[in-house]
């Protein structure tokens, strides 16, 4: 299976501020990289398909990119209404995984 | 509004076994790959299994392979997940979720349904 790691596990920051997760996957991937954003108590939501797209009704302070091995998502503008787990997933194999997740805070 | 609520969720011993439901609304069901997610406490999402649109073809993680079955009846525009011989490590939200075939993304979701083993 393709393993993915996320960085950091959790990080705090405040309204306004950029902020940036990591995602590094174990082996080569094409481009089926996706971000999801999941609040306690809701379904998760994805936010990023295919390492770029932005999927419909997501703000656009919401972005992402890479290629490879690394690939981060990036907040460009942080709103309190961010505060969540977010988590990147490959669709590269037909095991499909998941990273272990990034808990953002917003002071 | 495309919706998908799960249901079946509970309180199980080990060994035991518990059937989950996925119904889906505002959407046509046929047309998607159908998935199993599940978040144990504490931990990260993990995909659990996945159903073709016809049901033709599945696929699991390794860990629940000969104890898990994905199933779905697309003239009720429901999922299931037909779990056998759990286990502690069981113990999970689980999610039912589309996945976008060209995509390739999970891009419906439901809020979940608890599932607990233990003794």
């Known amino acids: 299976d393709i393993q993915m790691t996320q960085s950091p596990s959790s990080l705090s920051a405040y309204v306004g501020d950029r902020v940036t997760i990591t995602c590094r996957a174990s082996q080569t991937i094409d481009t089926f990289l996706n971000w999801y954003q999941h609040k306690p108590g809701n379904a998760p939501r994805v936010l990023i398909y295919?390492?770029?797209r932005l999927q419909e009704g997501v703000p656009s302070r919401f972005t992402a990119s890479g290629s490879g091995t690394e690939f981060a998502l990036t907040i460009t503008s942080l709103k309190s209404e961010d505060s969540a787990s977010y988590f990147c997933?490959?669709?590269?194999?037909?095991?499909?995984?998941f990273g272990q997740g990034t808990k953002v805070e917003v002071k | 509004e495309m919706q998908l609520v799960e249901s079946g969720g509970g309180l199980v011993q080990p060994g035991e076994s518990l059937r989950l439901s996925c119904e889906a609304s505002?959407?046509?069901?046929?047309?998607?790959?159908m998935t199993w997610v599940r978040q144990a406490p504490g931990k990260g999402l993990e995909w659990v299994a996945k159903i073709k649109q016809d049901g033709s073809e599945k696929d699991y993680v390794e860990s629940v392979k000969g104890r898990f079955t994905i199933s779905r009846d697309n003239a009720k525009d429901s999922l299931y997940l037909h779990m056998n011989s759990l286990r502690v490590e069981d113990t999970a939200v689980y999610y039912c979720?589309?996945?976008?075939?060209?995509?390739?993304?999970?891009?419906?979701w439901g809020r979940g349904t608890l599932v607990t083993v233990s003794p």
């Open positions: 997933q490959q669709s590269d194999s037909t095991s499909l995984t």
């Open positions: 295919r390492t770029s």
């Open positions: 979720a589309t996945f976008h075939s060209y995509d390739r993304c999970f891009d419906i």
């Open positions: 505002g959407f046509t069901f046929s047309s998607y790959w």
